[in-house]
């Protein structure tokens, strides 16, 4: 049978998990990991990717851990947040050769508290920023970007904000559209009810949102082709 939404049981389960975040209970309610959350998942990275693929054939979908999935332990080292367990789910659709965080991709994130459905890179590590500055000095691609974020704060989305203040080294001060320059990542996303989640319109509506958000995906694609293959 294919894939509709998520049983109603995931988002009680993810609420129980920020309520007894430790690795003995999570341990303990391993099943109901793996029954409300971890084969959902599965099944959902199967259909949306076939609806997807309608939209970019080349679009990985892949139903396992660190590749479409992504860990539901935290890796503490790294975070503020020193709870082991996560308390949010991400699932991610990727385009590409480079590593998924780093590559143009579809996104969905869900908790008990909201759904976030999302497109684009949230973070440029060094070398794509590098490859994001130089491909914005043409002309052509900056009205293009500008255009396609416009285009979706009119409808609604949200746009990641320029993370810099000031031009960064390398770009004339009478540059055009120079907000671009200052960007350190380029995103957009929306949120609505979890409930959603459990909804059979689940697919639909997240296909409604990534078609939206297609050029934007693709423009960061063709981006992203400008990299050096480092990784």
């Known amino acids: ?18 309520l007894n975040n430790n690795k003995e209970w999570f341990e303990a309610h ?46 503490t080292r790294f975070s503020k947040d020193k709870t082991p367990i996560k308390g949010r789910v991400g699932i991610i659709f990727w385009e590409g050769k ?10 969905l994130q869900y908790s008990p508290n909201e759904l976030l459905v999302a497109s684009g890179v949230r973070t440029f590590d060094p070398d794509l920023l590098a490859a994001y500055r130089d491909y914005i000095k043409v002309d052509k691609h900056r009205e293009e970007l500008h255009a396609i974020l416009e285009k979706l704060q009119y409808s609604g989305y949200i746009i990641e904000a320029p993370h810099l203040k000031r031009l960064p080294r390398g770009f004339d001060k009478a540059i055009s559209l120079e907000y671009l320059t200052r960007m350190k990542a380029v995103a957009v996303y929306h949120t609505t009810k979890p409930s959603l989640l459990s909804n059979k319109k689940l697919i639909p509506e997240l296909y409604r949102h990534y078609e939206q958000f297609l050029p934007l995906q693709q423009w960061l694609y063709e981006m992203t082709l400008t990299k050096k293959e480092i990784d």
């Open 1 to 18: 049978m294919s894939f509709i939404h998520y049983p109603k049981e995931t988002l009680p389960f993810l609420r129980s998990i920020q």
């Open 30 to 75: 391993k099943d109901e990991y793996t029954k409300f959350i971890l084969e959902p998942n599965r099944a959902f990275v199967e259909e949306m990717g076939e609806h997807l693929q309608a939209l970019v054939p080349t679009i990985n979908a892949i139903p396992k851990i660190n590749q479409s999935l992504f860990r539901i332990y935290r890796d």
């Open 98 to 107: 480079h590593i998924r965080m780093q590559s143009s991709c579809f996104y």
